[in-house]
């Protein structure tokens, strides 16, 4: 009977190990996961980071058009109105700019919510993991407590 008990025991041993192993690649899988997205999130906020840069010098342009268009205005009418289309220029880069700002921010977004997600799931196999080794170490106890009465 004890060692059949054993038996049990050795196979729920092998049962938790393999259970650990499945979840120590789930945890590296996610690991990797989680890099690429971190490399994904890094290149995103360069792009992100150079579109504002453009952006800011883009805005300073425009704001210098505008007080040149509103002094020369007085002055010249033709300057005037090439002022007023380069005004309208800047403004439609601005306006491309912007959005094209909005969407790098909305996917910065998602990639950040993606690995809040990836985060959760490691941190749930992690969970495992240690669930399954402390069902491990209690298993081994119990085997030698066993071996223990076994010898005497």
């Known amino acids: 009977e004890l060692k059949g008990l054993e038996e049990y025991l050795k196979g ?3 049962k938790a190990d393999e259970e650990k192993q499945r979840w120590t690649a789930r945890l590296d ?3 990797q996961e989680r890099v690429r997205l971190l490399d994904l999130l ?3 906020k360069t792009e992100l980071d150079t579109l504002a840069g453009e952006a800011v010098v883009l805005v300073s342009e425009f704001e210098t ?3 040149v268009h509103e002094v020369d205005k007085q002055r010249r009418k033709e300057e005037a109105d090439a002022d007023s289309r380069h005004h309208t220029e800047l403004s439609k880069i601005v306006e491309r700019l912007t959005e094209q700002v909005a969407i790098e ?3 910065q977004r998602q990639t950040s919510t993606e690995l ?3 985060t959760s799931r490691r941190a749930a196999a992690e969970l495992h993991v240690r669930t399954a080794q402390r069902e491990i170490q209690s298993l081994e ?3 030698r407590v ?3 009465e076994l010898k005497n």
């Open 146 to 148: 066993i071996a223990g």
């Open 141 to 143: 106890t119990e085997v």
């Open 12 to 14: 729920k041993a092998v």
């Open 105 to 107: 921010q909305k996917r």
């Open 42 to 44: 890094s290149s995103t």
């Open 29 to 31: 899988e996610e690991r």
């Open 116 to 118: 809040l997600a990836e």
């Open 65 to 67: 058009a505008k007080a």
